[in-house]
């Protein structure tokens, strides 16, 4: 009963927050570098992979209140280039949660006709890893909602590396001259050709830093930090987060 309660107050204060958002200025793209599993396993004394476990919960309730907000675009960062560094025991507990998650929320996602993308190097990846996440992918292909684009080991300067290799190797086979190469044609040679960029990042756990994500495409994005450890984020927080996106003045270099 008491639990009862406390969810429906939870649900109510959600709703009531959910007003202070201007629905026109709702950001279309979200970012959201999701931080601080460790941390929040390591004060509850918990092995660090529990706090994973915990993380990947919080994804689905982001999920749905991104596309109940009208959000058009929602990137993850699961997986670093760089967090192969860690133990292995933790790499492969973090290279099986794409699968768990799918798994299990493939069938609601396809209900809520979210589409699901990847940006990252899938070959690297184990083959377990890349045969759930693609056929997420395909499953979802058709699907016209939120677009779920999940940042598996991605590295924003290895994808920039790559673009810049692809491009040289056109001019050097005469497909473009070295002088037509511009924003948008680097553009065209990321992960993200078809996405527009953010418009918010929200990064969790009290980090100031982008630890290498998406150093191109945030050039102009609005930048939100929480010391919420990401297993205690929730749909309020996100609220929170758009209503302080929405008193902010974009300029991009104008008055
Ligand atoms: C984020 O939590 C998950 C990934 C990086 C994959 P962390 O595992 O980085 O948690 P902290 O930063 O150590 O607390
Ligand atoms: C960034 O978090 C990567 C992901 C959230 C997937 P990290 O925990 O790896 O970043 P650093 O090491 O604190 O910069
Ligand atoms: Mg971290």
Known sequence: MLEKLTKWKSAMTSEQKSKDIDDINVPKHIAIIMDGNGRWAKQKGLPRVAGHHEGMKVINKVVRKADELGVEILTLYAFSTENWKRPKTEVDYLLRLPERFLNKELPTLMEKNVKVRLMGSVDGLPDHTKKAVLKAVEDTEANTGLVLNFALNYGSRFELITAVKEIAKQVEEGVISAT?????????????????????????SGELRLSNFMLWQLAYSEFWFTDVLWPDFNEQHLVEAIAVYQKRARRYGGV
């Open 180 to 204: 037509e190469v511009d924003e948008s044609v680097l553009t065209s040679h990321l992960m993200t050709a078809e996405l527009r960029d953010p418009d918010l990042l929200i990064r969790t």
